[in-house]
């Protein structure tokens, strides 16, 4: 499950060193345009999981996720022969349709097999995993655009999905027993979403991964215009990409010890409240909009990466926890909503981060107020942490 979810991340990361580049042999003129080709894909990711969510509960989880990945292949060729900035586009958004069978059946599959806290410690193992990708990515692309162009990347990315699906074929068994698979109906995806907007606690942690991921998703597309082009480390850019990346992944590694003690709702709850105290606390700091150095604002990121890293497994198991009985159509729903909340939140934000961080860190306290806000709201029984 983690090597699917990290094909996602791989084609993500590992295309950053290379968005001047791509944007330069496409006749790019606004630097802040290549931010397209990082929050398209995630528009893919949102729309593709409506697809695929509801067919694996109809089809099971092993043949969908062949599907996506024959759709990942056929956008990868229109990314490695397009002449064309906006067809390089519809490249990534497609990258994003095929990717999503991956990335949402791998969350349905593990809630096919787990649940409670358990299954936010197997999520956490696997967001950890996925979340390590980005700290060898970006490194690999630099060192692949030094010897080759940027096409090279994508021919990488072709070859891992590959093995990881020869991997999946030959060692994952299918977790949706015929038994258990819901009969394909033209209302299948409409019952779903009744279904889902039942359950409060899906409903408004979908809404919080809405929150986190967009917010963090303006990172990832400006990281690259932050490091080479505010603070002129073009060359330590993917050194830099990996450091941060280890926070969030010693983070999850940190949630998957922790969360059967302590629960995965009170984790959740205090590391969004960090989230947020750290964002504002660099809001109040640097107000004026002049970039503090380099180590203090390293120092910020890794704070908040580190809060992250307790915040991603642990949402999507809250969210998932009461949709065991439509683990396909849940994930799809869950993702779908926190993504398209994202690229909007992305595209708004990344348009202002031209000379300064501070943008940046608003979004930040921004979401991350909002997010506690929807804590304290739910005021979940301290009983329920220790199912």
């Known amino acids: 499950m983690a090597s699917l979810m990290s094909l996602v991340a791989l084609s993500i990361d590992a295309l950053l060193p290379g968005l001047p ?64 900035f906006e067809m390089m586009i519809l490249g990534r958004v497609l990258q994003g349709v095929g990717l999503s069978s991956p990335r949402t059946l791998s969350l349905a599959i593990i809630r096919d ?32 655009l030094s010897v080759y162009s940027w096409h090279s990347i994508f021919y990488i990315n072709l070859i891992y999905g590959l093995l990881i699906m020869l991997w999946f074929w030959k060692r ?14 033209s209302h299948l995806f409409i019952d779903g979403v009744k279904e889902f907007v039942k359950h409060r606690d899906a409903v408004a942690f979908t809404i919080v991964s809405g929150f986190i991921t967009g917010s963090f998703m303006v990172y990832l597309s ?12 073009a060359d330590l850019f993917p050194y830099i990409f990996a450091s941060l990346a280890i926070s969030v992944g010693l983070a999850t590694y940190l949630n998957s010890v922790l969360v059967v003690k302590y629960g995965m709702w009170k984790i959740a709850y205090r590391a969004a409240a960090a ?44 969210a998932m926890q009461p949709l065991g009985h439509i683990a396909g159509i849940g994930a799809a729903i869950n993702g779908f909503v ?40 739910l005021r979940k029984p301290e009983s329920t942490n220790k199912l």
């Open 21 to 84: 580049n791509i944007g330069s042999d496409l006749g790019v003129s606004n630097p802040n345009d290549n931010q397209l080709l990082i929050t398209m894909i995630f528009l893919g990711l949102g729309f593709g999981q409506l697809i695929f969510g509801p067919l694996s509960d109809s089809f099971g989880r092993k043949p969908i996720v062949y599907v996506g990945f024959l759709v990942f292949i056929i956008a990868s060729i229109i990314c490695l022969t397009t002449k064309s």
């Open 338 to 377: 926190s993504t398209v909340m994202a690229v909007p939140i992305a595209n708004y934000i990344g348009g202002f981060i031209t000379d300064s961080v501070l943008p940046l860190f608003i979004g930040f306290s921004l979401f991350g107020v909002l997010s506690v806000l929807t804590f304290v709201i």
């Open 275 to 318: 989230y947020a105290v750290v964002s504002l606390a660099y809001v109040a700091l640097f107000w004026s909009g002049q970039n503090p150095s380099i180590k203090i604002l390293l120092s910020f990121f890794a704070l908040q990466f580190f809060a992250v890293g307790f915040l991603f497994g642990n949402l999507r198991a809250l």
């Open 222 to 233: 400006t990281s690259q215009q932050i490091f080479e082009q505010q603070y002129n480390l």
């Open 172 to 185: 994952q068994e299918e977790t949706l027993v015929k038994e258990k698979r819901i009969k394909l109906t």
């Open 113 to 144: 097999s787990y649940s409670g806290n358990y299954m936010a410690k197997i999520m956490s193992i696997v967001v950890m995993v996925f979340i390590l990708v980005p700290v060898i990515a970006p490194a690999m692309g630099q060192l692949v």
